[in-house]
Structure formats: C-alpha cells, structure tokens
C-alpha cells in the first residue's frame, strides 16, 4: 500500500497558500435572501446546481460562523442597518456578494426608501447581474471568489461582476464605510 519504492516523503508549501487553499474550499455563506433573488439563491444551493461541489453547501444563519455574505434582493435603509450589523459580527476575512440587480444597484425601485446598491454601506467583492440572476451566474460569482481567495488577495480590494457569464475586474480599493 502507498508508493513503490518512496523511503522518506515530504509536502513543500507555503503556510499562506494552504491556508488560502482551505478557505476557498470551505465558504460558508450566510444568506441574507430580502426578496425575490431568495429563490434563485436556495435553487443554487438544490441538487440541480449542486454548490456542495465547491464546498459551500452549508448555510450558515450565525454570522459567525459564515465568511461569505450573499445579499440577495431589494435592501431598504431600514433593512440596511440590519445587514450591516451582521456584516460587522462576521468574523475576518469575509467576503460580500451582491445578488441581482436590487442590490448592485437598487433595481427598478428608484424611491426613498430603497439603498442604491449595497457598497453603500457595505464593501461588496463580487456582484451578480440578473433580475433575478440565474443559479448557474452565482454558481460563477463563487469561482470567482474562490479564484480571489488562490491569488491571497483581501476581500474589498478588487470589484469583480459576472454579466451573462463573462467576468469583468475592476481595480478598486476598500472606502470607509459609515453607519448608514
């Protein structure tokens, strides 16, 4: 059993890129499913997408025990607080992906009361176009994340979108945030 003729054997690597390694093969999302991208959200968890493949099958509903947050849908300035208090319980590093086109940008409500996009009060890694986005592009938006992760890059540092499965980067840097 085991390799012919190996007397000794050793595993070379650095402690950064093994570390890095376990963390993009274990995310642990945490949902935060507002409206209707809530649907698209738990059918890229189902059987069909099968996300248990990447490692992040687990759903995490404590912020702290999740390291990826996914806002799915519309957010309010009332809801907003919400998320960014479960943002701040998230322990270090987390990541944030903004699912569908209400909360990249606020969607097709342009009113009072909704928040034009979450990087208004919170640092977002990954958005995911769609209204609703389909299962398989937030499928893409997690590779993406994951590829993030490899490259031992911090959350917040660079923007990527995924736009009918084309991924764009942007070179962006980590503003301060203020209480909404």
């Known amino acids: 059993m085991g390799f012919q003729g190996v007397?000794?054997?050793f595993i070379t690597s650095r402690l950064d890129e093994m570390v890095n390694w376990a963390r993009r093969n274990s995310l642990w999302p945490m949902p935060m499913g507002i409206s209707c991208c809530a649907i698209e959200m738990m059918s890229f968890a189902g059987p069909r997408f099968d996300v248990s493949r990447f490692g992040s099958e687990?759903?995490?509903f404590s912020p702290r025990q999740s390291d990826l947050m996914i806002v799915a849908g519309t957010v309010?300035?009332?809801?907003?607080?919400v998320v960014r208090?479960?943002?701040d319980q998230m322990p270090d590093p987390k990541w944030v992906m903004a699912m569908g086109a209400c909360a990249s940008s606020g969607g097709m409500y342009r009113s009072y009361?909704?928040?034009q996009?979450?990087?208004?009060?919170?640092p977002v890694d990954m958005y995911v176009a769609?209204?609703?986005p389909r299962p398989d592009a937030v499928l893409k938006g997690?590779?993406?994340i994951q590829k993030k992760i490899a490259r031992g890059e911090p959350p917040g540092q660079k923007v990527s979108y995924i736009d009918e499965g084309v991924s764009v980067e942007r070179q962006g840097s980590r503003k301060a945030f203020e209480e909404v």
């Open 130 to 132: 769609g209204c609703p």
């Open 113 to 115: 009361p909704v928040v």
């Open 58 to 60: 687990v759903f995490r």
């Open 117 to 122: 996009g979450i990087d208004l009060f919170v």
């Open 85 to 87: 208090k479960i943002y």
């Open 7 to 9: 007397k000794e054997g």
């Open 76 to 81: 309010t300035y009332k809801m907003a607080k």
């Open 142 to 144: 997690l590779m993406e």
